[in-house]
């Protein structure tokens, strides 16, 4: 219709973004998944988003919605009303996001940061065992990526003192949520690890960067938080704190790159490469292209001239991904191989075993096409082969113990490894016998430490009752024994566990393909 305008009539434009449903094409209100949002969510989303927004308003808006939070959190909620606040959540952490970069002030920046690690705290509060899975999923999508904005925000504080405190509430808040999702998805047989998840905040297609404030690393370290998790599209880290040692210096600063099939993943510690670590670190890869194999697949690392050194993975054909450890950066890729040995096929029950350890660069023939599956494995051999497996740094200058162990020799480094990691000793205080046959009990109770420090649960002596020789097995190797038979690592033969018996190569690569699949879980 028309409207006449008289001379002095003010005009004023007002704008809404819910016509009536009948207008045509109302407005619909959602979140990025499709799920229904609050009013006063959409309309704090519209205000930040606005081209010409003050900073006191983006202050303002943050502030209504923790509010927002702080009180649909202390009231009693309905199932369904649940998951209209967790929609509610997912499109704050847009909010906060959007009002970060548009943030021009220290003040506002750290108001964004305070008000991500608040609101992260109210979810936290919904998280029962009555849930279903996928609610408390999204509780902890939601928690990893507002505390990603909370890091974002405090790497842009000049106040270190004010970083200092926000930090402090990261780690509180973040571990807390993260203990309260493993009671509910964690397996019966593990522990719960102190864990802080942090999603990364992406700026580029195929290119990610986060730095871990020294600060950060540091608390952790002496919070003793085990696992600092890094979610991002790409992949997932999963380090320790002290994975480039106790006293860093600097701020880390992680670079991941992807290049068509391949992967960079680059440390930095302030402006300096970081091209090995001393505690390695674990890497979860998507992976969505045709399998054959599952136990065939590997990562592997390129180095530089295109020259390719297997390092390892375990396929998950739910998730499409490889989880792999390495204790250096580079660029990874993944590949399906095929490794196979003439002597093992009288071998049925271990030639999965050996092949895909084989493949996984793990363990080694005797020649490309003979494994000697019967032969005994020596303990320096032995030591070897966990080394390898476990991706340890190998070649510190620490000295070990063992007279008999040279530093020519060339499982020295591994020996020194396994040792300095606590997961074998020697024969008596100065000797290790190298070249000796390693028993099938001393191999469980390394077995049983490697599985205790990936959190598994000790288990009762009682295990060890099925096995018709049980009780032959030494005192000191029980306690390691009674944890791997609970978790399918040993299972003897015929009713007996052999424990004075020396292991054969087969039987190693078989307990040691059990082992890597539960330390990758």
């Known amino acids: 219709g028309q409207v006449r305008i008289n001379n002095g009539d003010n005009i004023s434009w007002l704008y809404t973004y819910d016509l009536g449903k009948d207008i045509g094409n109302p407005y619909e209100r959602g ?102 899975h996928n609610i408390i999923e999204e509780i902890g999508t939601i928690s990893r990526e507002n505390i990603g904005i909370a890091l974002e925000a405090v ?64 608390k952790a370290m002496k919070q003793n938080i085990d696992n600092i998790k890094i979610l991002s599209n790409l992949g997932q880290l999963e380090i320790v704190p002290n994975f480039v040692g106790r006293d860093i210096g600097e701020d880390v600063n992680i670079n991941i ?9 680059e440390f930095k510690l302030g402006d300096k490469v970081i091209s090995q670590f001393e505690k390695p670190i674990k890497i979860t890869l998507p992976y969505d292209k045709l399998v054959t194999h599952k136990n065939k697949i590997t990562t592997i690392l390129v180095k530089k001239g295109g020259m390719k050194e297997s390092t390892g993975g375990v396929y998950d054909e739910n998730t499409k991904t490889v989880k792999f450890l390495t204790n250096r950066s580079g660029s990874f890729t993944i590949e399906e191989e095929a490794k196979e040995f ?47 497996m476990l991706k340890y740094q190998e070649g510190s200058s620490e000295q070990i113990p063992f007279q008999d162990v040279s530093n020519n020799k060339w499982y020295y480094s591994s020996v020194a490894a396994v040792y300095e990691n606590g997961l074998i000793s020697g024969k008596s205080p100065t000797s290790f016998d190298p070249d000796g046959y390693i028993t099938r009990e001393e191999v469980a109770k390394i077995i049983g430490k490697i ?64 082992l890597y699949d539960l330390i990758m879980d």
């Open 257 to 265: 790159t992807k290049q068509t099939s391949m992967l960079n993943i």
């Open 342 to 388: 003439k002597d093992i096929s009288k071998h049925k029950w271990a030639e999965e075993a050996v092949e895909s350890m084989a493949v996984k660069g793990i363990i080694d023939g005797r020649t490309t096409t003979k494994f000697d599956p019967t032969s005994n494995i020596t303990r320096a051999e032995f030591a070897a082969l966990v080394s390898r």
């Open 155 to 218: 790497n842009k504080l000049e106040d270190k003192s004010k970083a200092n405190k926000i930090i402090d509430s990261m780690l509180q808040v973040s571990t807390k949520i993260e203990n309260e999702l493993s009671k509910i998805t964690l397996k019966p047989n593990k522990l719960c690890r102190e864990t802080i998840a942090i999603k990364v905040v992406e700026k580029e297609e195929n290119k990610n960067n986060i730095v871990l404030p020294q600060i950060l690393i540091e």
């Open 31 to 132: 979140d990025s998944s499709g799920g229904t949002t609050s009013d006063i969510i959409d309309r704090v989303f519209n205000t930040v988003n606005y081209k010409n927004v003050s900073q006191e308003r983006i202050g303002e808006a943050i502030d209504e919605v923790t509010k927002y939070f702080k009180d649909k959190t202390a009231i009693e909620l309905k199932p369904e009303e649940i998951k209209i606040l967790l929609a509610d959540g997912s499109k704050t952490t847009q909010i906060l996001l959007i009002s970060l970069q548009k943030a021009k002030t220290q003040e506002l920046v750290e108001k964004i940061a305070n008000s991500s690690i608040e609101i992260t705290q109210y979810l936290g509060k919904l998280i029962d065992n009555k849930m279903e």
């Open 451 to 514: 599985l205790e420090k990936n959190s598994y649960k000790k288990q009762d002596k009682i295990e060890l009752d099925k096995f018709n020789d049980g009780s032959s097995i030494a005192s000191w190797a029980q306690e390691g024994a009674a944890i791997a038979v609970y978790n399918g690592i040993i299972e003897g033969s015929e009713g007996k566990f052999m424990p004075k018996q020396n292991a054969t190569r087969a039987e190693t690569a078989v307990m040691l393909y059990r």
